[in-house]
C-alpha cells in the first residue's frame, strides 16, 4: 500500500492531481488507514503513470478515461484505442500548422523591423493593425 505522497513519487504526479483524478473517477477511491489517509493499491500506480504518460502526449481526459475504460478488457479489438489516437494526432498536426503560420508571421514582423523607436516600431504597427499580417493566423 502507499500513501499518497508516495504515490505522488512514484509517477511524478503532484498530489493535487492524485485528488483531482480521483474525483473524475480516472483513479478510484483508495482505502483509508485507521488515521484517515489514504492508501493506494500497487494498480493504482500502474494506472496513475498510464494517466500521466497520456496527459505528457496531450490526450485529454475524456479521451483518456476511453483508454482506460479499454484497457480493463484487453480481449477487444484495439479499432477504438487506434481512433482516440488517431483523432489526437490529427489535432496536434493541425496546432503545428497553426504554430507554424504564427512562426512566420512572427519572423516576418520581427524581421521587417528596423526602426530606433517604438512610434516607428513595425512590430508594434503590425500589432495594432491585423491589416499588415500577410496571411491569416
Known sequence: MLSIGALAKATGVKVPTIRYYEQQGLIAPPVRSEGNQRRYEPAARERLSFIRHARDLGLPLEAIRELL????????????????AGAHLGEVRARIARLRKLEAELERITSACDADT????????????????????
Open 118 to 137: 517604438v512610434g516607428d516600431c513595425h512590430v508594434i504597427h503590425a500589432l495594432a493593425d491585423h491589416s499588415q499580417c500577410e496571411s491569416e493566423h
Open 69 to 84: 475504460e479499454l484497457s480493463e478488457t484487453p480481449e477487444m479489438p484495439c479499432v477504438d484505442a487506434h481512433r482516440i
